[in-house]
């Protein structure tokens, strides 16, 4: 676009929709037409249409379109800073009305990274649900990447994983700690040594998570710290898959103490005596930053703190949960 229109505050009021505003900011966190299509569950001639009709207003082009994959103009960049400001106070409006509701008739949307998710926050969640029935709850459970680009795109309002995205926008609050320890099946030679160490490990074939998950990083990092390189025998996108991989005999693995609790309490597998475990990590919860959260999400977040909702096995101190010494 040549012409550069100076507009007024007042022309821009009556040229620029709110929608517009939206479906550009979901292109701007995306770079994408289509991403943006699909979270927005609009078509993507119609997503195009609304950035067209943006620019149209402003009089200038806010986005560079390099095929399927687009980028910010410099307009685009100063545009896409308000237009955050902006949404940000309707969102706040609409939790502010929201509240009228309370935790009788409203609605929390949780997120949750893969350990945390199955093994801790339904527990949680359900004791929550139990004070607040009339509370419609949702549990999403995915890779800390992706419930966190959730949160910040206000598709989740809170989501509680490992290593966080570092955002201003978003809140980290310190949750509760998680153990990671290493498994065996019951009857491996190794289960009755003591005072192992990561090189005694490492001829063993380990059952692995999938790259990016945060168990995974842990792993690794630990044996980066111990100059050992372990020897990866099968990769397994789930804790159970590799609990049972790990009860048949195929090899070793690092979860979390939550994860192999029942089984090894019912004796199907052991815990090994490594120098160095448990390797202690700290989950977190994550919210968006706002002047006020709505009273769900405020009065879960609250729950969570308190440390009252049942989790078995865990004690209070310095303000967090956290695993018994063994």
């Known amino acids: 676009m040549s012409r550069l229109m100076r507009a007024s505050p007042l022309a821009l009021e009556r040229s620029i929709t709110l929608h517009q505003l939206r479906v550009f900011k979901a292109v701007a966190d995306n770079l994408s037409f289509s991403a943006a299509a699909h ?9 195009s249409y609304q950035v067209k009709e943006l620019e149209r207003a402003v009089g200038m082009d806010l986005l560079d379109r390099l095929g399927k994959h687009v980028e910010l103009t410099q307009a685009g960049h100063l545009l896409y800073g308000y237009d955050r400001q902006t949404l940000n106070v309707i969102d706040e409006a609409a939790v502010a ?27 949680a969640l359900g004791a929550f649900k ?29 989501a509680v994983v490992g290593p966080p995205l570092k955002d201003a926008d978003l809140v980290v609050e310190p949750f509760i700690f998680d153990e990671l320890v290493v498994i065996a099946p019951l009857e491996h030679p190794l289960a009755r040594r003591r005072g192992l160490s990561l090189k005694d490990l490492k001829d ?15 792993v690794e990092k630990a044996a980066r710290k111990a100059n050992v390189r372990l020897e990866v025998g099968m ?13 048949s005999g195929l ?24 120098d160095g475990f448990p390797i202690r990590r700290q989950w ?14 405020a009065g879960f977040i609250d729950f969570l703190r308190s440390g009252t909702w049942g989790m078995p096995g865990v004690v209070e101190q310095d303000g967090y949960v956290v695993p018994p010494d063994d």
């Open 130 to 158: 139990k004070l607040h029935p009339g509370l419609a709850i949702s549990l999403e459970i995915g890779s800390r990447g992706v419930v966190q680009e959730k949160v910040l795109k206000n598709e989740l309002d809170l």
């Open 97 to 123: 009305l929201g509240e009228l509701q309370g935790l009788e008739r409203g609605s929390l949307k949780v997120g949750a990274s893969t350990t945390v998710g199955i093994y801790v926050i339904p527990l």
């Open 39 to 47: 979270d927005l569950r609009l078509s993507q001639p119609s997503v």
């Open 204 to 218: 063993e074939p380990f059952l692995m998570r999938e790259d990016g998950s945060g168990t995974r990083f842990a």
């Open 284 to 297: 977190h919860i994550v919210h968006l930053r706002r002047n006020r959260l709505a009273t769900p999400v």
């Open 235 to 247: 990769e397994l996108g789930s804790n159970g898959a590799i609990k049972h991989a790990v009860e």
């Open 251 to 274: 090899g070793l693995a690092i979860l979390s103490r939550y994860a192999v609790g029942l089984e090894e309490t019912a004796g199907k597998l052991a815990i090994l005596d490594v």
